[in-house]
């Protein structure tokens, strides 16, 4: 099974709309992460959670609310999102977040009209 | 000032050749981690290697090897005979303790393998 997955991998949406996007992972590990991928910037660090518990919230806009229930799974819920939040977005996870490597999934597309 | 920096944003070789990735970085911590990913276009970051700041030792894990050295704050990827499969986009990554350990990103430079 491969390690991290994400669904949907790709998502149009509009901006009244509401939708999650989910991440799971098969690895046993105990830190996930939220990352976006905008074209022409750098990834960008979202938030973090280490053993189910947020640990970092990179100044991201209250319109991205994620949720972990549990070490495998972790959700990223969106409402009211604008055109400039269509971009690639990327989950993570690594054994814990002192220094691991992070193994990603293959990211959901998501385009805002 | 960018913390991880990779000048090149596009190289574009032909099969054989041998190509290296440039990664230049900058930290105060004496106690980090180096990272390079590939990102083909399925678009997930497939990890390739981690160094810690205590080890300068290369490392060459087949057609990929890894020069990583401090006086230059640099960790270089080099790819030997390069391979039309290598076509991606290549991160390099930084990791530091006084950062709470979190992954910092270069911005990435695209490679391109032609037959």
């Known amino acids: 099974e491969t390690g991290v997955t994400q669904t949907p991998r790709h998502l149009v949406m509009g901006m009244t709309n509401k939708k999650s996007l989910k991440c799971e992972q098969h690895?046993?590990?105990?830190?996930m992460y939220w990352y976006k991928q905008s074209a022409k910037k750098p990834l960008e660090l979202m938030f973090v959670y280490n053993f189910k518990e947020q640990t970092e919230n990179n100044s991201v806009p209250s319109r991205f609310s994620p949720e972990c229930p549990n070490s495998s799974h972790l959700f990223l819920h969106l409402h009211t999102l604008q055109p400039e939040d269509s971009a690639l977005y990327l989950c993570?996870?690594?054994?814990?977040?002192?220094?691991?490597?992070?193994?990603f999934g293959p990211g959901t597309r998501l385009t805002v009209t | 000032a960018q913390k991880v920096t990779q000048a090149q944003t596009e190289i574009s070789v032909v099969e054989k050749e041998d190509v290296t990735l440039d990664c230049v970085y900058e930290t105060r911590d004496t106690t980090y981690y180096l990272f390079w990913y590939k990102q083909p276009p399925s678009g997930e970051l497939v990890f390739l290697i981690r160094r810690n700041s205590f080890d300068e030792q290369n490392e060459i894990s087949g057609r990929y090897s890894w020069n990583f050295q401090k006086s230059t704050s640099s960790f270089n990827f080099t790819i030997t005979a390069s391979q039309v499969v290598d076509s991606a986009v290549y991160f390099c990554?930084?990791?530091?303790?006084?950062?709470?350990?979190?992954?910092?990103f270069g911005g990435g430079t695209r490679l391109m393998v032609k037959p």
């Open positions: 990554a930084l990791s530091e303790r006084n950062a709470g350990n979190m992954l910092t």
């Open positions: 690895l046993g590990h105990n830190a």
């Open positions: 993570a996870s690594s054994q814990d977040r002192d220094f691991y490597e992070q193994y």
